[in-house]
DNA sequence: GCAATAGTGTCTTTCAGACAATATGCA
DNA sequence: TGCATATTGTCTGAAAGACACTATTGC
């Protein structure tokens, strides 16, 4: 009997113009090659520590990026999804700012709305509306849309982040205090926003200390 | 190059007592025969139309028991957790109510406290661990304990339920109305708990079309 | 000064917990 | 009646949203 195909999917999801996108990749190989797809690839027993690995390897080597927040999603399996074969695909998410992913300049990535792309292969359409569905979700209670913000940003603008992933207007004072009680951003001294004809903005950062995990929060936004 | 050895677990959780516990089973084969550990196995193409389906057989074939819930933990990995070579498990896990264990009266299957079990075989006690954080945390913003429960229960026997799983006392005008408000709950008419030298409590049932899907709610116990 | 956005003070509404009163069964 | 627990009413404090006011920049 055929041996079951171990694979891993990436979710690569970003923030562009206020828009939440997935990166696309088009597949060098068959099956389904040519098309746009997420990137993914085999486990290798050689190489991989555990899937986690597989992932990060799997973007590095097709984009180039190393996302500074990666999840694991949910393991979609099945005989009919890959057509070589029952298959299993273990996914992660991962959030990257869209200045990362600009900056990496892989010409191949391609950043297409979250609800765009049509005509996926596998059942990567089913997979990107899980990722999308965990981020909303876990936005609501969780420091996760920092990782979408940059190195460093302003209250309002990380404002707009949690409104365009949340897709709805926050309470300035409220989004404010919630912020305050997280006490997970820490003002870059004397850094400010530059450029409007109007009042700067105190720029903020993630503390160090919360870099690699989340911060969740008692009662949502 | 040998293949990866592609299984599913299950995490099998039940109240007993006020105290959350695992089935464990005695392994019938190698490695770690005779150990106790979570019922697992092989995926198998040919009766499998998925990892979930593949974790209900495992259950069905091991306990005896189906499930009333039952979702995806998440996928563990690795060269080192199973001792035949590079692995991938995923992992179920599932809430039943201890009568539902009771009555399928499995002679192999042992409830033991979450925390009780140590030597346990694999990464098992990490999987356990990984399972109670997930269930403990859905419970505060979630119909999941309702699972728990079994077929029918009164408010004052859900509260605790909930208790148990968070770990603390809950306000009671508060739960009622949370129950109240998240509309999920409905009376079995003219049924009363008895026994007690006490007032009777109204039996309540979770909605059938609530049956097989979570309801969350906006805030929190 | 004016436009535009940042940041804050305060009032009002909403929600959760405390407390207590009432309800209902059994001995 | 008295005890134990269920159920409900009401008060109070905390949290969230609405609104408006002040602050700071470029023009």
Redesign the interface.
Known sequence: ????L?TVDVVLLTLQDDMLKVALLRRDREPFKGVAALPGGF?R??DD???RDAALRVLRDKTAIEPPYLE?L??F???ARDPR??S?S?VYYALVPFDVIDSAGHPDVKLVGVDKPVGLPFDHRLIIDTAVARLRSKSQYSSLPCYLAGETFTLPQLQRVYEALMGEALNKVSFRRKMTEMDMLEPVEGAFSAGGAHRPAQLYRLKPELRDRLTLI???L
């Open positions: 009997m055929q041996q079951i171990c486990i027993q050689q520590a555990d899937t694991q949910a393991t399996s099945g005989p074969g029952w299993v273990v008692e009662r949502g």
